[in-house]
């Protein structure tokens, strides 16, 4: 929501109900769970077996 439709924490927070204060967290904890996820993707040196994996990578 705050970098794909560019909504404000205000807005974000209003979506989901809960607190102005409280988006700035979970955009925080969301970041760093997207970041453990790609970090486990293999790289460009890496054989994958799963054809879906290797699309998206």
């Given at each position: 929501m705050f970098y794909?439709?560019?909504r404000s924490y205000e807005q974000i927070a209003r979506?989901?109900?809960?607190?102005?204060n409280a988006v700035g967290p979970k955009l925080d904890?969301?970041?760093?769970?997207?970041?453990?996820?790609?970090?486990?993707?293999?790289t460009d040196d890496d054989s994958c077996s799963d054809p879906f994996?290797?699309?998206i990578s």
């Open positions: 794909r439709e560019q979506s989901l109900q809960i607190s102005a904890r969301v970041r760093r769970r997207l970041k453990n996820i790609l970090a486990a993707l293999p994996l290797n699309l």
